[in-house]
């Protein structure tokens, strides 16, 4: 009988690794795109905050400098109700000595001193008893002139006049009357404001970090200006304001910062926080998608290892059924196991001997051949 044997089985075909699939194009994973999503939503939300809080400490910052700037403002107009209140007093007792008025604000009025011109009023008067430095701009409108120093006189405090004159030489008025008892007398004083009132000099000291505008007044119109720091007015972006009481009316100071208040490394924490949090972002993405695909790689060439098993007990199985085949041909079931010799009768059968000796021969042969 003539037996055909199988092709021998390759154990490493060459397309075993090559499952579905890694055939499949790359793709990146779910999870990936959800891990990435999460990560970048993390950081925008860590950077909004950062930048809130920053933009917050910033503001704080800024409120409090103006309020300091303000109170050091308020500081010196009470200067100015002390060089003034007793020069109204002195003359009240010396009956507006002229001597005794140029005394008292002698240092005080000049070119280059605090104030262009001081002047004298009696009550009741329109024309002023003594007048040092140059003539008030303010008798040019002796309506307004009537009305300050009428307020003055029944006032304790500074009466403000306003700005007064014209450009190039605008001045800002105010007057101070005496108290005592008797013939009423005013002190009305002038200072000269800068020209233009645009770009004048900057803060020094504790405020240089800042520039400002200042106002006559609550409103920030261009006419109530008295002078600012910068060119465009009025001025946006992050800024503070306060109100600083001078005598009977007010002043408005707007500040801005000109560097960060908080520092350097506050105002680029934000940018920090984005920056290194992207970078983390795309880390954790791309470990998350190499360990997936890693887990992919492992899973096909598990299923791999799966299919050469079962090729392998299937083919193990055929040749098993095969011998079996072959074992059952040759040794029939009525028959003795193969290999066993029948002695011979006693009957004296020649041929069935001569026959049981072929077929022990056979079976032996293909029980060899079946075992090589």
């Known amino acids: 009988m003539r037996v055909e044997e199988d092709p021998p089985f390759d154990a490493h075909p060459a397309d075993a690794n090559e499952t579905p699939e890694r055939r499949r194009p790359l793709r990146i994973h779910a999870v ?27 503001q704080r910052l800024l409120d409090r400098q103006a309020l300091q700037a303000g109170a050091t403002l308020e500081a010196a107009t009470g200067t100015i109700s002390a060089l003034l209140a007793p020069a109204a007093e002195l003359a009240t007792s010396s009956g507006g000595d002229a001597d005794t008025f140029a005394t008292s604000l002698a240092e005080a009025v000049g070119e280059r001193s605090r104030y262009v011109s001081a002047s004298l009023w009696r009550e009741g008067e329109d024309e002023p008893m003594v007048v040092l430095g140059e003539a008030p701009a303010l008798a040019a409108d002796p309506d307004r002139l009537a009305s300050t120093l009428a307020t003055a006189i029944g006032s304790a405090s500074i009466t403000v006049a306003g700005i007064v004159g014209k450009e190039p030489a605008p001045r800002y008025g105010y007057a101070f009357g005496s108290q005592a008892q008797g013939t009423k007398y005013v002190v009305y004083v002038e200072s000269p404001l800068p020209s233009p009132r645009r770009g004048y000099q900057s803060l020094e000291g504790a405020f240089s970090n800042l520039n400002y505008a200042l106002y006559a007044g609550a409103s920030e119109a261009d006419e109530q200006l008295l002078y600012s720091s910068v060119e465009e007015l009025p001025i946006a972006g992050r ?48 470990l998350t998608e190499r360990l997936l695909r890693r887990r992919d790689a492992a899973v096909a060439t598990s299923r791999s290892l799966a299919v050469l098993s079962d090729e392998n007990a299937r083919l193990y199985a055929e040749q098993r059924g095969i011998a079996e085949t072959l074992r059952a041909a040759c040794c029939p079931i009525t028959s003795r196991p193969c290999g066993g010799r029948r002695s011979p009768r006693a009957t004296g059968r020649p041929a069935r001997r001569a026959r049981s000796a072929v077929t022990s021969t056979t079976c032996s042969s293909s029980t060899t051949h079946t075992g090589a």
Do not use: D, K, Y
């Open 32 to 58: 990936t795109i959800v891990v990435l999503v999460i990560s970048l939503a993390l950081i925008i939300t860590a950077g909004i905050l950062t930048n809130s809080v920053h933009r917050h400490t910033e």
């Open 239 to 286: 800024r503070a304001t306060t109100t600083v009481p001078f005598g009977n009316a007010s002043l408005l100071l707007v500040v801005t910062p000109i560097e960060p208040l908080s520092g350097g490394l506050s105002r680029t924490l934000p940018w920090i926080v984005a920056f290194v949090g992207v970078a983390l972002s795309l880390g954790f993405a791309g």
